[in-house]
């Protein structure tokens, strides 16, 4: 079993820049891709980006691509989200998961879930 912990959320004004942190702990972190995740009041929880087991292979939505970038440390057992020029419609709790296969972008295809980080962004 793996456990996740987000942090490094908070207020922000638009066009500002966060830093997402997912800290793990348990069996070993590097077995997984590890995807990000948002969701809002409302909403289907959406993909925001994915790095597979090595950290050297990315996918990211269309929302998000050139201004959201994940990397990983599994010295550390860490990913993160660095996001820049942030918008508005960026508000959203802000989720980290393990996955299956290489990069995947479903939901379904994740099991260990964080609990959260609330991320708000004012115009």
């Known amino acids: 079993q793996v456990q996740l912990v987000e942090s490094g959320g908070g207020l922000v004004q638009a066009g500002g820049s966060l830093r997402l942190s997912c800290a793990a702990s348990g069996r070993s972190f590097s077995w997984y891709p590890v995807g990000w995740f948002r969701q809002t009041p409302g909403k289907e929880r959406e993909f925001v980006a994915v790095?597979?087991?090595?950290?050297?292979?990315?996918r990211y939505a269309d929302s998000v691509k050139g201004r959201f970038t994940i990397s990983r440390d599994n010295a550390k057992n860490t990913v993160y989200l660095q996001m820049t020029t942030l918008k508005a419609e960026d508000t959203a709790v802000y989720y980290c998961a393990t996955g299956t296969g290489d990069v995947p972008v479903v939901k379904e295809r994740y099991s260990y879930w964080g609990q959260g980080t609330q991320v708000t962004v004012s115009s």
């Open positions: 790095v597979n087991r090595g950290g050297d292979l990315t």
